[in-house]
């Protein structure tokens, strides 16, 4: 394996009060892999994503984003990290132009470069004429697809999606994926959490975490047969059946 | 060449500060214009407040502090002194002041009105049958003011109509008013500065913090804390057009008092920005305050609403004289920190007060504002790890 590493965790905790929400996992992320964070709600998911985006300090073990480790050199993880979070997450009373704006703004990415690589966005989602439009009077799925493409924007090592297909119809998620594989095809590394399955299969390796912990981490294929069954589906009912969280 | 090309791109440890301020100040901006709403709130409130308090209040007054200066020390005005004494409305202080120290003491503000007699007017109420008589009351203020002026006149008037004999001969005490620094008792003069205190209250306040508690329901204030821009600087860039807005705003309360409300600022008009731009930022940092225990915007307007207006409707003292409540609600008034703006206008503009005259009030004020804002940054940060 000398395949460069991207995200590094090493039992890797964090605790509120008695309670472990995340409790000692260890994985590793490729760089250029599509990695699947999976899990039932209150698995742990959001609470690990937080600690390795910056946002949280872990309680205790270790991790490292980007190269930087996420106790002491956050501020350096979030400048090589990109972020769209299952809420929508662009600004709806600002026009494209000016949302890629701010947000390059906010990366520090010159200006030029923003004019550049704006009008290049524009085009390869095919929005040309939209271009001064509210984001608001955009659909759900071309928002979506802005919003990953703006997460991006700045040209991030990795990059974190929050459940960003929620709500999307399968034809416009088949789109947004699409994307994903052309972002991963350049280098940068996906992380993505999903509660859709067939999202699952499109993912390079998936990790599933159960009770705070990562019960199964492997590619897709190589889980279905582990476990003996036909979809990604019955993996994770299999895992989940024996979580003691109860989901909501 | 297409978008999704060369990645990742390493973006060195540069000075992005800047930059990013600027991006932000920008979005926000535009953010603030195409809200109708905000705008409405913004340049619409301080007109209608201004016609709604143009209508006088009236109010009681009780226990007044007033000066009496008896230069004539003969049996009338013993009389008169002992009858004013005997009234609910007055504390006599009885001493020995000339006009000059009257005056100062009005400067002051530690008296609100003085009754004067002059050295003859024993001699003038014997003799010719009439006299005059010299109230003055503070006019910054002209709700008391006018009550005090009333009720002395009419103790005057029942003393003059108590020593007419029944046989023809009738005296005359003839009181002169002044109204000091307000000498027309310009009702006006008065709200003006409470009114101003009451907008930037509510604009500063109630704008910041649903702008803020807005961006983390829509899910974007996540984002900015993912991205490098620091906690500290997000509260920055969110009061920056806030206050640019509130200055234009300000500006619009004083043109419209002085050009429809006839209002002359005595003082400093540089003084007044200072002041305002001060109590702005103190507004700011309780908006941002709000928004840190709040996680709705309907929450943040409210306690923006009601949880600030009413308190400083009340204890500004603009429409009810604070010497009238009980010693709580005194105590609560100088927490307030509309209270020490209030007080800080009314010198500057009504009295035509320098710095000098204002020193202690603006030091509380910065004294309240740096607890406000470092207690708002402080919260923030503690809400991220």
């Not at chain 2, 006088?56 to 002194?81: C, G, P, R």
């Not at chain 2, 500065?193 to 508690?213: D, E």
Request: proline share 3%; hydrophobic share 45%.
């Amino acid at each position: 394996m000398d395949e460069e590493k991207v995200i590094t965790c090493k039992a890797l905790s964090k605790k509120f009060g008695d309670f472990y929400a995340v409790n000692e996992i260890t994985f590793d992320v490729n760089k250029g892999e599509i990695f699947g964070f999976l899990g039932a709600n209150g698995a742990g998911k959001t609470t690990a994503m937080r600690m390795l985006c910056g946002l949280s300090f872990p309680s205790s073990g270790e991790a490292t984003v980007a190269g930087f480790d996420v106790y002491k050199q956050q501020e350096s993880i979030k400048k090589n990290i990109g972020y769209m979070s299952q809420k929508f997450s662009l600004y709806e009373n600002l026009n494209i132009l000016e949302n890629i704006e701010f947000f390059g703004g906010v990366y520090g990415v010159e200006r030029k470069e923003i004019k550049e690589r704006s009008a290049l966005l524009i085009q390869s989602l095919g929005l040309e004429k939209e271009a001064k439009k509210m984001v608001g009077e955009l659909p759900l799925g071309w928002k979506q697809k802005l919003a990953f493409s703006v997460a991006i924007f700045h040209r991030p090592k990795i990059v974190f999606l929050d459940e960003p297909t929620g709500g999307v119809d399968p034809v416009t998620r088949r789109q947004f994926w699409d994307m994903i594989y052309e972002a991963a095809a350049t280098g940068i590394t996906i992380f993505v959490t999903t509660h859709y399955m067939d999202e699952a299969e499109y993912c390079n390796r998936i990790s599933i975490m159960v009770d705070g912990k990562v019960e199964a981490l492997d590619s897709p294929a190589n889980l279905k047969s582990q476990f003996s069954v036909h979809s990604m589906d019955d993996v994770f009912y299999q895992l989940a059946r024996g979580a003691s969280r109860s989901a909501d | 060449m297409t978008f999704f090309t060369s990645w990742p791109v390493e973006r060195a440890d540069q000075q992005i500060n800047m930059k990013q301020l600027l991006a932000f100040t920008k979005k926000e901006f535009y953010q603030v214009i195409r809200d109708k709403r905000t705008l409405l709130i913004m340049f619409g409130l301080p007109i209608v407040q201004i016609i709604l308090f143009g209508f006088a209040l009236t109010s009681e007054v009780k226990n007044v502090h007033l000066i009496i200066s008896d230069n004539s020390k003969d049996v009338n005005t013993l009389q008169i002194i002992n009858k004013i004494k005997a009234s609910p409305y007055f504390s006599v202080d009885e001493s020995v002041m000339g006009y000059a120290d009257i005056e100062e003491a009005f400067k002051k503000g530690t008296v609100k009105s003085a009754l004067i007699f002059p050295s003859d007017f024993g001699k003038d109420l014997v003799h010719s049958g009439k006299a005059q008589v010299q109230i003055i009351a503070d006019g910054s203020d002209p709700n008391t003011a006018k009550t005090i002026v009333n009720y002395l006149t009419a103790i005057i008037n029942d003393y003059q109509a108590q020593l007419s004999p029944a046989a023809g001969l009738t005296y005359k005490i003839i009181p002169e008013t002044r109204m000091l620094y307000n000498e027309e008792g310009n009702g006006s003069l008065n709200f003006i500065p409470g009114v101003m205190a009451l907008i930037l209250m509510i604009v500063c306040t109630a704008l910041t913090s649903v702008s803020v508690v807005k961006e983390k329901e829509l899910g974007t204030m996540e984002i900015l804390l993912v991205s490098p821009f620091k906690p500290f600087m997000v509260l920055i860039s969110k009061a920056i057009p806030y206050l640019v807005l509130s200055i234009a705003n300000f500006t619009v309360i004083i043109l419209l008092s002085v050009y429809a409300l006839d209002v002359e600022i005595k003082g400093s008009i540089l003084l007044l920005f200072m002041e305002s731009a001060l109590f702005i930022i103190t507004c700011l940092s309780l908006g941002l305050l709000i928004s840190n225990v709040t996680a709705s915007q309907q929450t943040a307007l409210l306690i923006s609403m009601m949880g600030l207006q009413i308190p400083t409707l009340i204890f500004t003292g603009f429409m009810f004289p604070l010497e009238n409540m009980p010693w709580i609600f005194q105590a609560i008034s100088k927490i307030i920190p509309a209270h020490w703006y209030y007080l800080i206008v009314k010198s500057v503009m009504l009295k035509g007060l320098g710095f000098e005259g204002v020193w202690k009030e603006t030091l509380i004020l910065i004294g309240m504002t740096t607890v406000l804002l470092s207690v708002a940054l402080k919260n923030f940060k503690i809400r991220l790890s």
